[in-house]
């Protein structure tokens, strides 16, 4: 029963939010027709259900050639190849909205692990890249929300942003998508939701381990 309803919930949540953010919407398009390098959307290869590839779709905030240039396919704080209305929508995470089309085409979910490209892909362990896209990826989940700060993480960090990612947050993102999906049900699914909509307005909130009392613990963690 689970997978129907997820696919009903996944349609009706699509539905209701392109309805909802359509005038936001045509404000960004406007915006991004009239600055940067006047593109709307950027469509990008991510790996999706048993590891297939999909069209992805975003509101470009970058330059066209920006995987060729700086950190490829990892974007770190202050990205000079971020265009100045891009850092507003990555900001905000207005960016990832146009994934809602994903979600009624059928290649994403609501919920689930993020879709990545191959090399970010390639940075799990084995074991996690054989079993993390067991389910549709998603437009938020828990590794998602946990990583919300992720830009931040690896500008921080002393290391080059592809191994400080391997090393430090790969690992336990991928733990953290297994724990979602065994943990798969409706009611999962609603939790990861709320969560997302409350971090947005409570950034700083602990909510996620309060409503996971059993996540699995991060050797990273400070």
């Not at 950027?42 to 048993?50: A, C, S, T």
């Not at 919920?111 to 940075?123: M, Y």
């Amino acid at each position: 029963m689970y997978k129907p309803i997820k696919r009903t919930l996944d349609i009706l949540i699509a539905i209701i939010a392109l309805i909802i953010l359509s005038p936001l919407f045509i404000i960004v398009i406007i915006l991004l027709k009239l600055t940067g390098e006047g593109e709307v959307f950027y469509l990008q290869n991510r790996l999706g259900l048993h590891n297939k590839e999909f069209k992805i779709y975003k509101f470009a905030t970058m330059l066209k050639n920006s995987l060729n240039m700086g950190s490829g396919s990892i974007t770190v704080r202050n990205d000079p190849r971020v265009t100045k209305v891009g850092r507003i929508l990555r900001k905000t995470k207005i960016n990832e909205l146009p994934q809602i089309i994903n979600i009624l085409i059928g290649d994403m979910s609501v919920v689930g692990p993020r879709p990545l490209v191959t090399r970010t892909f390639n940075a799990y362990p084995d074991e996690i890249r054989n079993e993390i896209y067991n389910v549709k990826p998603g437009l938020t989940g828990l590794g998602s929300i946990y990583y919300r700060d992720e830009e931040e993480l690896i500008s921080s960090a002393t290391e080059e942003p592809h191994v400080f990612y391997e090393k430090v947050i790969a690992p336990y993102k991928g733990a953290l998508e297994i724990y979602y999906q065994n943990n798969l049900c409706t009611f999962t699914d609603l939790k990861l939701i709320f969560a997302t909509a409350w971090y947005i307005l409570f950034p700083k909130s602990n909510l996620l381990n309060r409503l996971f009392k059993d996540l699995p613990s991060n050797p990273y963690e400070k």
